[in-house]
Each structure stands twice: as C-alpha cells, then as structure tokens.
C-alpha cells in the first residue's frame, strides 16, 4: 500500500477516521505515530498529505491537505474475456495499478460461463481489487468496470458507442502475423483499446466482429502468456511505445 | 500447459511413459485417445510431436518424433531481489514464460532474511515453476537459477564474470529520471541483463554498485508495481524494444 486511499462519504472537512485495513496498514507496517505525514488520495480526487493526529488499537485519525494533483485518466482501455475467478481478481488489480480507465469484462466463446457467477462479479465485489491497485500504484481514478455476459450484443451495441473515444483498437491473438509496432502507431499518441482473448484464444466469428469495429490483430509472438502475465506485459508495451520519441529509431 | 515437457532420463528410444501430472492432463483436460498427437518438448532439446500410444486410469504412453527445432536461449537475464515465496514462485514461472535465460536471485538491503529459507529455495525446488512457465510458453530452455544470499560478492566478484555477455546492462529504480527507451538502445538487438529490486526499491549503496558494473538505472514512471506485474512489464517492454525496426519510429 504505497497510497492511503480515501473515499469522499467518509471524510468530513479535513478529517478522517480509518477503523478498517488502512489503519491497521498504518499501526503495524507503516509504524506511524502522531504527527508522522502520510501519502493519501481521495477516490477519483487529488493526492495529498494527511499528519497523524492519533493511533489507537482500533482506529487512526487523519488531518488531510489535499491539494496534490488529480490523476489523469489514463489513456487506455482493456476488454477482457473473462478469466477464472482467482485470476480475474489478480489481473483487475494489475490493470489497476498499470493504469486502465476502463475494463470490459466480457463473455467469448472460450470463456466457461460459470466464470461469471463468481462472488467477486456481484455487487462490484471487483472493487476490493481495483482499490488494491489504486493502492499500489499511488493513483485514485478508479477504472469503471462493466460486464458484458453476452458477446454479441457487446460487440454490435455497446462497444460502438465508445469507438470514436478510442482511435487505436487492438487485439491480441495467436494467429495474427503481425507484431504489435506494427499494428500500433509509434509512437503511440491518442486514446487505445485492447483486447485480450481467453486461455485457448479468440475464435474467428469474435476476430471478425472485432475486425468490423476496426480492432487490429497482432501476436505477442510464439510464447503463449497466462492472463495475469499478458495484461502487464501488453499494457507496459503500450505505455512504453508511448513514450518512444522520434529520437528513439 | 500448452507443451508436454519431457525429460532426457525418463525418455527410452522413441517412447515415454507418463504417471504424474503430465499423464493426468492428457487425460483429463486434453481427453486424447489413442492416435491422438500432442506437442511434447524434450527439456532443453527440440519440440516435437508425440502420437499417443496408450491412455489407461494412471498411466500414459508416447511415442515421440522429436525432430522440430530446438529453442533459441532467451537473450535476456533478470536478476531479482528476493521476493516473498509466495510471489517468487509466480514470478519465476512468469519470467520464464517470457523468456529469460538465468535469474539471478540476490539479497539486498529490503529483503527480508528470511525468505531465503524458503522451501522453494531448497533443492531446487522452483524448478516446478521454471517448468510450468516453459510448458506454458511452448519452451523447453530451462533458466539457470542462481542464489546469492550476500549481495556484495555477488556485485563484486559474481556479477563481473557475466558483464561481457550482457553488453545491454539496465537496473530499475523509481528515483531514476530517464525512462527505459531513454537508457536502453533502440532498436535493443544485444543481450540484456535487467535488475529489478525489493518493495521499497533498492538503496543508494546498491544503485552505486550496480553503477560500477556498467548498469543504467530507469524509472517504470510514477506508478509503482508489484513484482508480479513489474517482471513481466519490463520482460515484455524489452521485448518490444528488440522488435522495433528503424521503420517504426
């Protein structure tokens, strides 16, 4: 927890009392006293410095001065075929703390559907994990998170809708020829959405309707990642061709 | 498991027989009959075909062609400060699945001493994920593990040996200014050897020596990883930079 995040229905005025994990967070790991400063953020507000002003067994009151920055949005969204439970809640976390504005969460045909009664996708459970990676990564725009149990109409209805938010569109599969430079601009300067198949892949009837919303094919070449290793990897791919500069040819 | 990876001693001519986890995933998830072929790999060897010959309740038998290509050593080491079992034991599989050729498992200031006795350190027991990272990746090179539980014979006697092999030296750590494609060639078309440090990052006294060996130091940039998002961030950001051509600027 490099990020004490605050969420604005418990703050009041400068103030606040923390009674859960923060302020244990804050009593054995961070060993913070009275007067020791500590890094908070306001959910979806700025980042700023709190002063301890007390340490109890059961709870821990802040004084806040929030007049940090707010984090931008970052520039990019993810559509995920949905994984199995224990790795959706490590990759939501992970895309967190990489920076994702939002995370679709979709069926495939690839996708065993029982993966979306899990208790984690009820009530936005997922949030735990999504905080976990605001937490790690000293950031405080929570990524909206939707769940599509439905390919089709996700592809035909709902994901036209933010087409034009998204100038890059790219898709991962096996099968493409092409390598991610190829299929990107570099360096890579507006709005991205990626898409991110099922363990086994995209079938071609779901490359296709993605084709048809202008998503580009490209392979992470021959080694075949698990999820939790292929949004890290394919998300820090995009920031770094981001920050390639026409210098670096 | 996208490969089955054999090994030399339990390989007769042209046969294997199979009793453990590899026999049960044939079975149960791959459901292969007799006649069926499978991609089998011969550890640190060729990948090939194997036709399956027999399936029976706790048994399994190949008959192998091991004629394809063997696979090129990765040209990327890692060298990491030790992390917690737990995370150790994903982030061994994850680096392998990505691709490295030796790990070096180092101590450092933030390391807690105690992670040293881990039972995965023992016996070399992270071979179990050094192999689940290749079978998942289609791979058969094993990484070469090592462990140096004293980081300054490591950086000044250990380290220096393998310098000529890694003209490309790069060591992540948040206080850095320059950014990767700033400090690495780009086009990247060298061996690289990448250290990644403890939570909490390394200290001073390390950086230096590290700097003494020839290693550049960058930043992953304002957000602060796990080390399970950062090996595979980085691994792939490498990656990336070895796949951009002049063209791609």
Partial sequence: ???????????????????DHRAEHIRTVLRS??????????LNGPIGTATVES????????????HGPVPLIPPTALILALPRPIM?????????????????????????????QAS????QGYNTALIQGLEQAVDTRLPEVTIHQRFRPFVEDILPAFLADFPVRLIAH????????????????????????PEGGWVDFEIDRFAVCGFKGFSLG??????????????????????LTPRAS
Avoid: C
């Fill in 88 to 116: 959706l809640k490590r990759v939501l976390a992970q895309a967190t703390a990489l920076g994702v504005a939002r995370i679709f969460l979709i069926n495939a045909n690839r996708v065993e559907k029982s993966f979306f």
């Fill in 1 to 19: 927890m490099n990020l004490i995040l605050l969420f604005p229905e418990e703050v009041q005025g400068d103030r606040v009392t923390l009674t």
């Fill in 222 to 243: 021959p080694r075949i990642l698990r999820v939790d290793s292929a949004v890290p990897a394919l998300l820090a791919q995009l920031e770094l061709l981001r920050r």
């Fill in 33 to 42: 006293t009275e007067g020791d400063q500590l890094r908070v953020g306001l």
């Fill in 55 to 66: 340490v109890a067994r059961r709870e821990v009151a802040l004084r806040l001065e929030l």
């Fill in 174 to 197: 096996p099968t493409a020829t092409a390598r991610l430079p190829e299929m990107a601009p570099v360096p890579l300067s507006e709005q991205a959405i990626l898409a991110i198949g």
């Fill in 120 to 123: 984690l996708l009820q009530d």
